[in-house]
C-alpha cells in the first residue's frame, strides 16, 4: 500500500501497469475538495473516496461499460451498491491525456465529475444524495489497463 498525503504535492505524475491491476494507490484527502487529473489509457480507472462511516465510499468509474461511459455510485461496505448513475461519456483517450476533475463536497452532500481544468465547469455526472454524515477522509486510484496519470491542482475544504 502506497499513502500519500495530496497537500504536500502540487502535481504527482506516475504509471500505473497492466500487470499490476491489483496495485492501489492511496491518498489523504481529509483537507482537500477536489482534485485534478489528466489520465492516458485504453481501459478504465477506478477512483474511490472512502469516509469517515467505515460502511460508505463513492466509487467513480471513468471508462466503464466496454470504454463507453462514466459511472458514479455509492456503496456500502456490505456490498449493497446504489444504482449507478450512467453518463455515456468516456473522458479517457488511448493516445492522448484526457483532462478529469473531481469534486467532492461535505456541506452540500455532492459528487462532481467533469472535463477540462476548471472545477465545477463541464459537469458530465453528478451525485446529489452522498450520506450527510460522511466526510470523505480518502482516494484509491486503480486501472485495469496500463495507465499514465497527472494529478495535482487539490482545493482546499471549506469547513462545515
Known amino acids: 500500500m502506497l499513502l500519500l498525503d495530496m497537500i504536500s504535492a502540487d502535481y504527482l505524475t506516475f504509471v500505473t501497469k497492466e500487470n499490476l491491476q491489483n496495485t492501489k494507490i492511496y491518498w489523504d484527502v481529509a483537507s482537500v475538495s477536489s482534485a485534478l487529473f489528466s489520465i492516458e489509457t485504453c481501459g478504465r480507472v477506478d477512483i474511490v473516496f472512502t469516509t469517515n462511516l467505515n460502511h460508505v465510499f463513492y466509487e467513480v468509474r471513468l471508462g466503464d461499460c466496454s470504454n463507453r461511459c462514466t459511472t458514479i455510485q455509492k456503496v456500502v461496505s456490505n456490498n449493497t451498491e446504489s444504482t449507478p448513475t450512467t453518463v455515456y461519456l468516456n473522458p479517457l483517450k488511448c493516445s492522448s491525456y484526457g483532462d478529469v476533475w473531481i469534486s467532492w463536497?461535505?456541506?452540500?452532500?455532492?459528487?462532481?465529475?467533469?472535463?477540462?481544468?476548471?472545477?465545477?465547469?463541464?459537469?458530465?455526472?453528478?451525485?446529489?444524495?452522498?450520506?450527510?454524515?460522511?466526510?470523505?477522509?480518502?482516494?484509491?486510484?486503480?486501472?485495469?489497463?496500463?495507465?499514465?496519470?497527472?494529478?495535482?491542482?487539490?482545493?482546499?475544504?471549506?469547513?462545515?
Open 105 to 160: 463536497d461535505n456541506t452540500t452532500y455532492r459528487l462532481e465529475v467533469g472535463t477540462g481544468h476548471v472545477v465545477h465547469q463541464d459537469v458530465f455526472v453528478a451525485m446529489d444524495n452522498m450520506d450527510n454524515n460522511a466526510i470523505v477522509e480518502r482516494m484509491t486510484i486503480q486501472s485495469s489497463l496500463s495507465a499514465k496519470w497527472k494529478i495535482g491542482k487539490f482545493l482546499t475544504r471549506v469547513s462545515r
